[in-house]
């Protein structure tokens, strides 16, 4: 891509970027004195693992972490911005669930900023790529950290795909003169396609089909992020490719045979369905699971030592449409007996009046204030289940056989019975029972976002929130439209781009 000259907005270079001092001190790192061995290596790609940390907080000059737990979070963003997940407190809260944002009003504009600018890691993954490609070591313990380091950069570059579409991105030619600013406008999205797929597809030829550690990338984790893209882009026959080759890794990979819920337990972590995690440590500040605390009711018996901020429900509606017996609400609560020994239930001041308690994580018996150590999940076999499923249907293939077995899998370890002839009549009721499906299967991890924007009713779905919101408690709050698909680009990039950068369309 040609290079706009005058001056590159934001764009945050590695501390590995050569300058030129007065003096040598090896204290300090540069491309000369690092980048030369295995150590190296791996220090530099453990670094690129830090920005989707579970446990950094917005400060002055620090962007939270991809997986944090609050509204700058990925997955919280992606699902309280539907009929999932609601908050009891409010606020910003309450314009992310009924979508009351444009593109410079709304308290949360501070979270589209946070999120927005982790556009600069592609450029930081892409420097970390070009040492390592030059660094003085073995072709294999090379390949080792170019695959984790391309598939980290192709991780990134889908979440911000999926809640911007296309960012900016430096070519190399730039990165080589970090010295001359540059407006860099949007990617296309052709040009977006093009990166994506070169990152993910050069990552699953040089991983190992299982990571060394939990957590880290493999095989898996690459064609996990490699599909999800592929589908927000509604290019379905590549997507299913991707999905069979997924599917061709049972046995590394399968449902969890155990009770559902110890799944996500502390004694879960690492079990054999979790295809990608954050793994999370009590003992890092940077890596804990705050999701519990958001979710967890002050007064409600817990952990020892644990405390809950009262936050985060599964909305009533949204609650409603669960099956009896699905064995996914193992840790939903409808009722709790308080700390002062008093029932609290639905309807009652408080998160009961938002919605059900909803603790995905379980409880984590050494949990220290509102720290937990379950690991916070981000894709599952289950996944690769359903979304064959849908492939097969949208792509062409019969309901019947592969398509619904895939389904019933999933339906029958949540303790509920294959599905009916109602759901199975045709490829509209199809795709409905699948989306119904991965609403219960995937609540308050981050998928429901892109699952009701891919199928036509994320936009529907907010409006009949609203549209409720505005007659039981006369809100006045607007209508959306199909702008809110995407969020609205911070104003301060496209100011600071001499407006190189464009808003996304209809905002």
């Given at each position: 891509?040609k290079p706009?000259k005058?001056?590159?907005?934001g764009l945050?270079?590695?501390?590995?970027?050569?300058?030129?001092?007065?003096r040598?001190?090896?204290?300090?790192i540069?491309?000369?004195?690092?980048?030369q061995t295995e150590t190296d290596?791996?220090?530099a790609?453990?670094g690129?693992?830090?920005d989707?940390?579970t446990g950094?907080?917005?400060?002055?000059?620090?962007?939270p972490?991809v997986?944090?737990a609050?509204?700058?979070?990925?997955?919280?963003?992606?699902?309280?911005?539907?009929d999932?997940m609601?908050c009891?407190?409010g606020?910003?809260?309450?314009?992310m669930?009924?979508?009351?944002?444009?593109?410079?009003t709304g308290?949360i504009q501070?979270?589209f900023w946070?999120?927005f600018?982790?556009?600069?890691?592609?450029?930081?993954a892409?420097?970390?790529?070009?040492?390592?490609?030059?660094a003085?070591?073995?072709?294999?313990?090379k390949?080792k950290y170019l695959?984790e380091?391309?598939a980290?950069r192709?991780?990134?570059?889908?979440?911000l795909y999926?809640?911007?579409?296309?960012?900016?991105?430096?070519p190399?030619?730039?990165?080589?003169d970090p010295?001359?600013f540059?407006?860099?406008p949007?990617?296309?999205?052709?040009e977006?396609?093009?990166?994506?797929e070169?990152e993910?597809?050069t990552?699953?030829?040089?991983?190992?089909?299982?990571?060394e550690?939990r957590?880290?990338?493999?095989?898996?984790?690459?064609r996990m992020?490699?599909m999800?893209?592929?589908?927000i882009?509604g290019q379905?026959?590549?997507a299913?490719?991707?999905?069979?080759?997924?599917y061709?890794m049972?046995g590394l990979?399968?449902?969890?045979?155990?009770?559902y819920?110890?799944?996500f337990a502390?004694?879960?972590n690492?079990?054999?369905?979790?295809i990608?995690c954050?793994?999370c440590?009590l003992s890092l500040?940077?890596?804990v699971?705050y999701?519990t605390?958001e979710c967890?009711?002050e007064?409600?018996p817990w952990a020892?030592?644990?405390?809950?901020?009262?936050?985060?429900?599964?909305?009533?509606?949204f609650?409603?449409?669960f099956e009896?017996?699905?064995?996914r609400?193992?840790?939903?609560y409808?009722?709790?007996?308080?700390k002062?020994?008093k029932?609290?239930?639905?309807?009652d001041?408080?998160?009961?009046?938002?919605?059900a308690?909803a603790?995905?994580y379980?409880?984590?018996?050494?949990?220290?204030?509102g720290?937990?150590?379950?690991?916070?999940?981000?894709?599952?076999?289950?996944?690769v289940l359903?979304?064959?499923?849908e492939?097969?249907v949208?792509?062409?293939?019969p309901?019947a056989?592969?398509?619904?077995?895939?389904?019933?899998?999933?339906?029958?370890?949540?303790?509920l019975?294959?599905?009916?002839?109602t759901?199975t009549?045709s490829?509209e009721?199809f795709?409905?029972?699948?989306?119904?499906?991965?609403?219960?299967e995937?609540?308050?991890?981050?998928?429901?976002?892109q699952?009701?924007i891919?199928?036509?009713?994320?936009v529907?779905?907010?409006?009949?929130r609203i549209d409720k919101?505005?007659?039981?408690?006369?809100?006045?709050?607007?209508r959306?439209?199909?702008s809110?698909?995407?969020?609205?680009?911070?104003?301060?990039?496209?100011?600071?781009?001499k407006?190189?950068?464009k808003?996304n369309?209809l905002y």
């Amino acid at each position: 891509m040609k290079p706009y000259k005058v001056a590159l907005l934001g764009l945050a270079l590695t501390m590995l970027t050569a300058c030129e001092l007065e003096r040598e001190d090896f204290t300090e790192i540069y491309p000369e004195n690092f980048f030369q061995t295995e150590t190296d290596l791996k220090l530099a790609v453990d670094g690129l693992y830090y920005d989707f940390n579970t446990g950094t907080w917005a400060a002055d000059g620090v962007v939270p972490g991809v997986f944090i737990a609050d509204l700058n979070g990925y997955q919280v963003i992606s699902d309280m911005t539907t009929d999932a997940m609601w908050c009891a407190w409010g606020w910003g809260n309450d314009e992310m669930y009924f979508q009351q944002w444009t593109a410079t009003t709304g308290t949360i504009q501070s979270q589209f900023w946070n999120l927005f600018s982790h556009y600069n890691y592609l450029s930081k993954a892409r420097n970390t790529i070009r040492r390592i490609e030059a660094a003085p070591v073995e072709d294999g313990v090379k390949n080792k950290y170019l695959g984790e380091a391309h598939a980290l950069r192709g991780w990134m570059g889908l979440v911000l795909y999926d809640l911007f579409g296309p960012v900016p991105v430096a070519p190399d030619d730039v990165l080589d003169d970090p010295e001359t600013f540059v407006y860099l406008p949007r990617l296309t999205d052709e040009e977006y396609d093009q990166m994506m797929e070169n990152e993910l597809l050069t990552a699953i030829s040089l991983l190992p089909d299982m990571p060394e550690e939990r957590g880290r990338m493999a095989k898996g984790p690459a064609r996990m992020i490699l599909m999800k893209y592929y589908m927000i882009r509604g290019q379905f026959e590549k997507a299913e490719q991707i999905a069979r080759d997924l599917y061709a890794m049972e046995g590394l990979y399968g449902l969890y045979s155990g009770e559902y819920a110890d799944m996500f337990a502390i004694t879960g972590n690492g079990n054999n369905e979790v295809i990608l995690c954050r793994p999370c440590n009590l003992s890092l500040d940077n890596a804990v699971n705050y999701f519990t605390a958001e979710c967890l009711p002050e007064d409600m018996p817990w952990a020892a030592n644990g405390t809950g901020w009262g936050g985060y429900v599964m909305a009533w509606d949204f609650y409603d449409t669960f099956e009896s017996g699905d064995k996914r609400l193992a840790n939903v609560y409808t009722s709790y007996v308080n700390k002062a020994g008093k029932t609290v239930q639905r309807g009652d001041a408080g998160q009961m009046k938002y919605g059900a308690i909803a603790l995905k994580y379980g409880m984590d018996p050494g949990m220290q204030a509102g720290m937990s150590g379950n690991d916070i999940v981000v894709y599952r076999y289950s996944d690769v289940l359903l979304s064959l499923a849908e492939l097969i249907v949208r792509n062409g293939g019969p309901i019947a056989g592969e398509a619904t077995d895939l389904v019933n899998r999933v339906r029958n370890r949540a303790g509920l019975g294959d599905l009916d002839a109602t759901a199975t009549a045709s490829t509209e009721a199809f795709l409905d029972a699948i989306l119904l499906e991965r609403g219960h299967e995937f609540w308050f991890e981050g998928l429901r976002r892109q699952d009701l924007i891919r199928f036509g009713k994320y936009v529907e779905y907010a409006n009949n929130r609203i549209d409720k919101i505005n007659t039981d408690e006369g809100r006045g709050y607007f209508r959306v439209d199909d702008s809110h698909n995407r969020l609205p680009i911070p104003a301060d990039f496209i100011n600071e781009s001499k407006s190189a950068i464009k808003q996304n369309p209809l905002y």
